[in-house]
């Protein structure tokens, strides 16, 4: 069954704080989009907000920024768990992926809408503990699932299974319940959603979700 990993998109960090209080105890990690601006025109916290917070939810940051290697060692003194990438304003793969290993992370690179598998450097393909997928544009939330998307997950879904390779695919945006079961279908192992998921009772909602994925299942 995929994993459900709540995302906050917010420039606010008592919001940020906020969200994250509301989700202790309900799910095991959160995502934290960090967008610097100049990827999309928008912009949100930066890492730093969350140096000196208490909580025990692991923390993914996704970063969609120029060169997100700049963003890494913030990402560290954020307290983050994985760190992915997105490879669209990326100067060097490789060097991204080594600093996140080289400070103990679990690491990761994003595809956006457009971009595919083979945009990937195969040498470090079977290095990444994730690769995500965008259902949506990267940079901004509320947007509707594009199904453009699917084949890349499936592509990924073939790898590892060809391969053993150890990576998830993990996949975000526009995520609902009619959405869920052509992502899991196409191989996703994570599905991220965004402020849906804040609308009403979290847990409930999230309940919601895995019991369509039980229904996909069965």
């Not at 120029?66 to 768990?81: H, I, K, L, S, Y």
């Not at 971009?115 to 940079?139: Q, R």
């Amino acid at each position: 069954m995929p994993e459900i990993i709540p995302a906050i998109l917010t420039n606010n960090p008592q919001e940020l704080r906020d969200m994250l209080l509301k989700l202790e105890g309900k799910v095991d990690r959160v995502q934290i989009d960090i967008i610097d601006g100049k990827f999309a025109n928008n912009r949100t916290i930066d890492p730093s907000a969350l140096e000196n917070i208490d909580t025990t939810l692991k923390l993914d940051y996704h970063l969609m920024t120029v060169n997100p290697v700049d963003w890494v060692e913030r990402c560290v003194r954020g307290q983050a768990d994985r760190i992915i990438g997105q490879i669209e304003r990326m100067n060097d793969q490789l060097e991204f992926v080594g600093k996140v290993q080289e400070v103990g992370l679990s690491v990761g690179l994003g595809l956006d809408l457009g971009s595919d598998v083979n945009d990937i450097d195969s040498a470090i393909l079977l290095d990444l503990d994730v690769v995500l997928v965008m259902g949506t544009k990267a940079g901004f939330g509320g947007q509707k699932f594009n199904e453009d998307c699917l084949s890349v997950i499936s592509k990924l879904s073939e790898i590892k299974q060809q391969d053993q390779s150890p990576f998830v695919v993990c996949v975000d945006g526009g995520e609902t319940l009619e959405v869920e079961p052509r992502v899991i279908r196409a191989g996703a192992d994570e599905i991220v959603v965004g402020r849906s998921l804040f609308d009403g009772n979290i847990e409930d909602n999230i309940n919601k979700f895995h019991g369509k994925q039980s229904l996909t299942q069965n």
